[in-house]
């Protein structure tokens, strides 16, 4: 499997350095990560030309008891911000625990599906977002929609925060941030909220996606070290999988769909795949020594979970240079099987391309176990 990342990617020194020297903890602190962070803006995902905006204010909206037969108190949150291009607002939707008179974990999901699926008056419980069972589990839930980010479409970036923050009339570079980098951005604004919050733990805070909003979560924890468990549900291409002989979608076919999601300079390595500066266990890696979960299915061919799995694999070294344990794998383990002993968890689930009651609570599970 090892083959098909080049030995210059596999840790062995900084890029373009040829000789085998392997990194030191420090190297890997001040060196490594900072230039693969920026390899990954430069390449892939694009810069964000704003990270807290000076203008940011949050309003709670609504702050009610009794919900979830009394087990739970929702919150409505309003995130604004203001730019050159006018004002935005991300509606962040929370359930706390009743019971708790300590500060709570929370899991964040990036919202990418329709609005029913995070319902905050509970008539559609989804189990897309299961808030029900994370609540009874202890946790907080939290959600937000992609769309008060950044609207999922290919507009030329003019609405979303792309028209807030993005120079008038400049053209854009290579390096302009894409789709999944707004969404990321996003997400950080919402942790600038649960930061907070009195009734958050803010340093036992997960974001979780699925999908696009998997390959989202892991940008998001890749930069925003607030971030104490970072959770990728069948992410595939430009997510967790490893995109050097990926099976199923591939950069081009990713390019050509969703030309918004990513940056300009992504475009040149259609069909070039083997000239990227950087492949995906190093966004992975980047989590470290932080928690990371990968969770793949098994009829999500399109996304590989085979090459899911073998990013874990590739990232593991970097938890190993901090000292940590990273993934303990044999190899890919059977289905409803979970491996969660060290600091990536990862596990495959029958069944299709989805985000499912089964995936949170493995993805609890791991929590209660580390977080
Ligand atoms: C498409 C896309 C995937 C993406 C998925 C989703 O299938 O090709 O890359 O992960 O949509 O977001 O559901």
Redesign the pocket.
């Known amino acids: 499997m090892n083959q098909r990342i080049p030995e210059n990617l596999l840790w062995l020194g900084t890029q373009g350095n040829t000789e085998k020297m392997f990194l030191t903890e420090e190297q890997w602190r001040k060196e490594r990560r900072p230039e693969i962070l920026e390899l990954f803006r430069q390449h892939v995902y694009g810069r964000a030309p704003i990270d807290r905006p000076n203008s940011l204010r949050f309003e709670v909206i609504d702050h009610s008891s009794g919900w979830m037969n009394g087990k739970a108190v929702r919150k409505k949150v309003e995130i604004m911000f203001d730019g050159p291009g006018g004002t935005g607002v991300i509606h962040l939707y929370l359930f706390v625990p009743a019971t708790s008179s300590q500060r709570v974990p929370a899991f964040l999901l990036i919202c ?1 599906r329709d609005k029913e699926n995070m319902d905050p008056d509970r008539e559609v419980q989804s189990p897309f977002w299961p808030a029900e069972d994370i609540i009874s589990r202890g946790y907080a839930a939290a959600v937000f929609h992609v769309e008060d980010a950044d609207p999922d479409f290919n507009d030329g970036f003019r609405n979303g925060v792309h028209g807030i923050f993005d120079p008038p009339q400049t053209p854009r570079s290579g390096d302009a941030w894409g789709t999944i980098a707004a969404w990321a951005w996003g997400a950080s604004r919402v942790m600038d909220y649960l930061e907070t919050d009195p009734d958050i733990a803010e340093d036992r805070i997960a974001v979780v996606g ?6 989202t979560a892991l940008w998001c924890g890749a930069q925003d070290e607030r971030f104490a468990l970072v959770i990728s549900n ?6 967790a999988a490893i995109t050097r002989g990926k099976k199923g ?1 591939t950069v081009q ?2 390019n050509q ?2 030309p918004h999601w990513f940056n300009e300079n992504y475009k040149s390595y259609n069909g070039s795949e083997e000239v990227l500066p950087i492949d995906q266990h190093m966004l992975l890696a980047l989590v470290a020594p932080r928690l990371l979960y990968v969770a793949s299915a098994t009829e999500d061919t ?2 590989d979970p085979e090459s899911e799995f073998l990013a874990c694999i590739h990232a593991d070294p970097i938890y190993r240079l901090l000292g940590l344990v990273g993934f303990e794998a044999d190899g890919p383990p059977m289905p409803e099987t979970p491996l969660q002993q060290g600091r990536i968890g990862y596990h495959l689930r029958t069944g299709k ?1 989805d985000l499912t009651r089964y995936d949170w609570h493995c993805f609890m599970d791991f929590a209660d176990a580390h977080m």
């Open positions: 990418n699925h999908s696009r909003g998997g390959k069948n992410s595939g291409c430009t997510g979608e076919d990713i769909r969703f399109w996304a391309h």
